[in-house]
Each structure stands twice: as structure tokens, then as C-alpha cells.
């Protein structure tokens, strides 16, 4: 059995992304690790710091990006399906550039992917998120934020990344243009990887925060749309993440492979564990009271489980 890891991004290191440590997280269980690079500006360093780690499992990939063929987010899927398409495995195991895994959970992820190898129904593997907010000790974990995603799946040419990336779909006969068509797409079958994925996308200085929000905002709006939001001064100064102390508090582990990283965290003094909402600022979406009701329904009386929410999946194996 082999395993291929995959990723891709574009401005990694600039926009504050972990991709290095995303890398490193899953590469005592890879055969190869394929890393797709857009075409970033000058003042990235994410390509020195892949080539730092001096691994020679790691192959990187050029690419440039195209947000005119591929609007509304469809570029990360495709370039996604880019790095995917250089890999060898038995099994994908897909990490975006702010994702990183536990080393307790790299013997579990292998084991279930060998011993799963032969149950051709299982078509991917379901991971368990922490969605970690403004600072390492606090994360999400309302109705807004996902708890399971798909992140392995079957090295099988119909199996294509979706949408914007999130997850993946079985698309017969796919254009390669098209990834948010919904008619003939296919949800996976998929088993429980029991393992987690450590989201660190929403921990970054607050001036970066909304710097990223800019990028990310260009790749689904375009930049008209995103020229009209500066003119509004939508991305100026520093992001508000809101009364941390509303979010979970986590006691947990990180990944040894963050350790550095977050000895980085510098911007504590400009974070808030007390108060309310900002009145000058739009509510973010897990703030406004439909969803706080929601989420406290959700965790205190269902166990976690989430009302009416979508899933990309159909669970055939636990």
C-alpha cells in the first residue's frame, strides 16, 4: 500500500499559512508529497521553506493561476486537482497549506488506510476538525463551522476536487472547467479516519487576517468586486476576532511540528477575552444570534450533532 500526499497554494508564507508545517505533519506516512505553488509574488518564501525541509519525497509544481476561467473559488479546486493529478498512491491525502495533523494520529491514518485498501466501497476518508480562532487555546465548533471533512481519498481519475476545494466529488466525464456543477456529481462513500485535522486558517495577526480575507475574497469575488470593497476601506486596519472567550477553550496537544510556529504568537494584546460585539463592524456569521441559538441547541442538547446541515458524504463504514 502506498500513500501520496498532496497540497497547493499560492502567497503561502506571505498570507501567514502553515504550509511548511502542513507538509512535514504527514510525511513520516507518505511514499510522496506533491506541492503545487501558483504563481506568487516576489516577496514569498514559501518555495524556500518547502525545499528547507530537505525531504526527498517532496516534488514541487509551478503553476499559474487563472481566477477568469475559474471564478468563484473554482481555482483552488482546480489547482487541487493539479497536485492530484501527479500523484501515485493507493490512497490521496489531500492538506490544505492551513492544515496539519497530530503525529498520534499518523499510526491510526495508516492503519485504517491498510486496512481498508480492499473494501472498494470506501472511496475516501473522514476526518474530525478543530477549527482553532485567534489564538491556539480557542477554536470553533458551532453550527457555521464543519466538523467532518473528507481529506483521503482513492487515487481514482473520476474522484475530483469540488466546489472551492473543501471536498471532493465523483464527477463521470468531468470538462475540468466546471467545478461547482451539482448534476452528475456523486457524494463519496466514506469510512471515519479516527483522526483529526488541525485547521489553524483562522490564527494570524489581526493585519494579516484581513489581508488574507482580501486574497481569498479576489479568488471568489474578483477583483472589481474587491477594489469596490477597499474604496469602502473594508480591509483596512486589524481584524476583529470578537470576545475570544465566547469560542471553545482548548486544553489539548498541538501538532510538534507547530511547536516554532506558534512560539510566534505575538499579538495577544491585540485580541479581546472580554466585551461584546463591535457595533462598528458586520457580525461575523457564527456571531449573529440565529446561529449562537443554534449552536448552543446543537452542542448542549444534541451532542455535537448539527441541524439541517449539508454533508459531502455518505458514511458507509464507522
Known amino acids: 500500500m502506498t500513500i501520496s500526499g498532496f497540497t497547493m497554494g499560492k502567497n503561502a508564507r506571505k498570507l501567514y499559512y502553515p504550509m511548511k508545517q502542513a507538509v512535514m505533519s504527514i510525511l513520516p506516512i507518505v511514499n510522496e508529497f506533491i506541492v503545487v505553488l501558483g504563481d506568487s509574488d516576489a516577496d514569498d518564501t514559501t518555495r524556500q521553506e518547502i525545499m528547507s525541509i530537505g525531504d526527498p519525497k517532496i516534488r514541487i509544481i509551478d503553476t499559474v493561476w487563472d481566477i477568469e476561467k475559474y471564478p468563484k473559488g473554482m481555482e483552488h479546486a482546480h489547482q487541487t486537482d493539479i497536485a492530484k493529478g501527479y500523484c501515485k498512491g493507493d490512497w490521496l491525502f489531500y492538506l490544505q497549506s492551513d492544515e496539519v495533523v497530530h503525529e498520534d494520529d499518523l499510526p491510526v491514518i495508516r492503519k485504517r ?62 470538462d475540468g472547467i466546471h467545478y461547482r456543477q451539482q ?89 479581546r477575552y472580554s466585551g461584546g460585539k463591535i457595533v462598528s463592524r458586520n457580525p461575523i456569521k457564527h456571531e449573529k444570534t440565529k446561529y449562537v441559538i443554534l449552536s448552543w441547541i446543537e452542542n448542549k442538547l444534541l451532542g455535537g450533532r448539527k441541524l439541517g446541515k449539508f454533508k459531502n458524504y455518505i458514511l458507509v463504514n464507522q
Open 113 to 174: 488506510c491498510q486496512d481498508l485498501l480492499h473494501e472498494k466501497i470506501v472511496e475516501g476518508l473522514l476526518f474530525d476538525y478543530i477549527h482553532f480562532w485567534g489564538d491556539y487555546n480557542h477554536y470553533q465548533k458551532g453550527h457555521c463551522w464543519y466538523n467532518r471533512e473528507i481529506r483521503i481519498i482513492r487515487n481514482d481519475p473520476e474522484i475530483h476536487s469540488w466546489e472551492s476545494a473543501q471536498s471532493f466529488r465523483r464527477i463521470p466525464g468531468f
Open 183 to 271: 448534476e452528475n456529481t456523486f457524494k463519496l462513500n466514506v469510512a471515519r479516519a479516527q483522526a483529526r485535522i488541525f485547521h489553524y486558517g483562522w490564527v494570524r495577526p489581526p493585519e494579516l487576517m484581513n489581508s488574507k480575507i482580501k486574497h481569498f475574497n479576489i479568488n471568489h469575488k474578483g477583483f472589481k468586486a474587491v477594489s469596490q470593497l477597499e474604496k469602502q476601506l473594508f480591509y483596512k486596519g486589524d481584524f476583529d476576532y470578537g470576545n475570544l472567550n465566547n469560542s471553545e477553550k482548548y486544553y489539548g496537544s498541538h501538532p510538534s511540528v507547530m511547536n516554532e510556529w506558534i512560539q510566534q504568537f505575538n499579538w495577544a494584546h491585540k485580541l
